[in-house]
């Protein structure tokens, strides 16, 4: 069983910075793509960052220049630097990974619990 475990989500000022981390454990031979996902209320889920093994990345607009996304491959895990927050941002933001199961080699896909930001104004 493979477990995402977030952490770093809370309340911030507008202008303000947060860090989100997520670490990926359990019966996982590798992992490909991370990513940072959020869900506002009455909204539908958006892709806010992601990163590959190799350290490609890629940006929603809305958060380009204010958010960076990097990922230590040795410790699983994926951060997400949020800069210049604004009330927009506030969200659930959920961690996803592409891997490959350690045991049946089967390509998976696995996800956070979610953590909560929000943002005030």
């Known amino acids: 069983q493979v477990q995402l475990v977030e952490s770093g989500g809370g309340l911030v000022q507008a202008g303000g910075s947060l860090r989100l981390s997520c670490a990926a454990s359990?019966?996982?031979?590798?992992?490909?793509?991370m990513g940072w996902y959020r869900q506002a209320p009455g909204k539908q889920r958006e892709l806010v960052a992601a990163?590959?093994?190799?350290?490609?990345?890629n940006y929603a607009d809305s958060v380009q220049g204010r958010f960076t996304i990097s990922r230590d491959n040795a410790k699983n895990t994926v951060y997400l630097q949020m800069n210049s927050l604004k009330p927009e941002d506030t969200a659930v933001y959920y961690c996803?990974?592409?891997?490959?199961?350690?045991?049946?080699?089967?390509?998976?896909?696995?996800w956070g619990q979610g953590t909560q930001v929000t943002v005030s104004s």
């Open positions: 996803n990974a592409d891997g490959v199961n350690y045991y049946t080699y089967d390509a998976e896909e696995y």
């Open positions: 359990g019966s996982i031979f590798s992992i490909n793509a």
């Open positions: 990163i590959t093994s190799g350290g490609t990345t």
